[in-house]
């Protein structure tokens, strides 16, 4: 049981099982964690190697292949931390697609397959980091490795300047 000062300094007393929603919910079991192997035939996510560098669309990977680790992974938060979590990898996810896939400034991305927006080539690297574990450690190489090829890949100067004028444009 629980015990909170009111405003008005009187004590109420609150009974555990109406705090469950601030505990991690070990109760629900998150589907099973997907692999690059089951999707390498999938043509929305992978273009089969010519050259032998994996080759990927970054956010239809994370989308649709890491989203299960970040579920298992987020078993250890209680529900407000995991929508938080949530929402801030879909918005990294959706970020990327917006940017890389833009018809009028990609900020400066180039994608690796001709005339298809959006494919990187080096995608086992983030194949690599999907685990099916739910250790923070584990889940953080993968947006550790995620980073990297954001950085890698776009003109964070020319982004930086283009969410500057944004910015500027917003009046309160």
Same mark, same amino acid.
């Given at each position: 049981?629980a015990?909170?000062?009111?405003?008005? =300094?009187?004590? !109420?007393?609150?009974?555990?099982s109406?705090?469950?929603?601030r505990?991690p919910?070990k109760?629900h079991? $998150? $589907?099973p964690?997907?692999?690059c192997?089951?999707? #390498?035939?999938d043509?929305?996510i992978?273009?089969q $190697?010519?050259?032998g +560098?994996? @080759? /990927?669309? !970054? $956010?239809?990977?994370?989308?649709?292949?890491a +989203?299960?680790?970040? %579920? &298992?992974f987020?078993v *250890?938060?209680? &529900?407000?931390t995991?929508r938080?979590?949530?929402d =801030?990898?879909?918005n990294m996810v &959706?970020?990327?697609?917006?940017m890389?896939?833009s *018809? %009028?400034d990609t /900020?400066g991305? @180039?994608s +690796?397959? %001709? *005339?298809k927006p =959006?494919? !990187?080539g080096?995608?086992l690297?983030l194949?690599l980091e999907?685990?099916? +574990?739910?250790?923070?450690?584990?889940?953080?190489?993968?947006?550790?490795?995620f980073?990297?090829?954001f950085r890698n890949r776009?003109?964070? /100067? #020319?982004? &930086?300047? #283009?969410l500057?004028?944004? #910015?500027?444009?917003i009046?309160?």
């Amino acid at each position: 049981m629980a015990r909170f000062e009111t405003v008005l =300094g009187e004590f !109420v007393n609150i009974p555990a099982s109406d705090n469950n929603w601030r505990k991690p919910d070990k109760t629900h079991t $998150p $589907p099973p964690v997907k692999f690059c192997d089951d999707f #390498k035939t999938d043509e929305d996510i992978f273009q089969q $190697p010519a050259t032998g +560098s994996l @080759t /990927c669309r !970054v $956010p239809d990977l994370m989308d649709k292949i890491a +989203s299960t680790q970040l %579920e &298992h992974f987020l078993v *250890n938060y209680e &529900h407000d931390t995991q929508r938080f979590l949530r929402d =801030g990898f879909n918005n990294m996810v &959706h970020g990327w697609r917006d940017m890389a896939e833009s *018809n %009028e400034d990609t /900020c400066g991305f @180039t994608s +690796s397959v %001709e *005339n298809k927006p =959006g494919y !990187v080539g080096n995608c086992l690297t983030l194949c690599l980091e999907i685990k099916d +574990s739910n250790n923070p450690s584990d889940f953080a190489g993968l947006l550790r490795n995620f980073d990297t090829f954001f950085r890698n890949r776009f003109d964070l /100067c #020319k982004y &930086h300047l #283009k969410l500057t004028k944004f #910015k500027n444009k917003i009046v309160f």
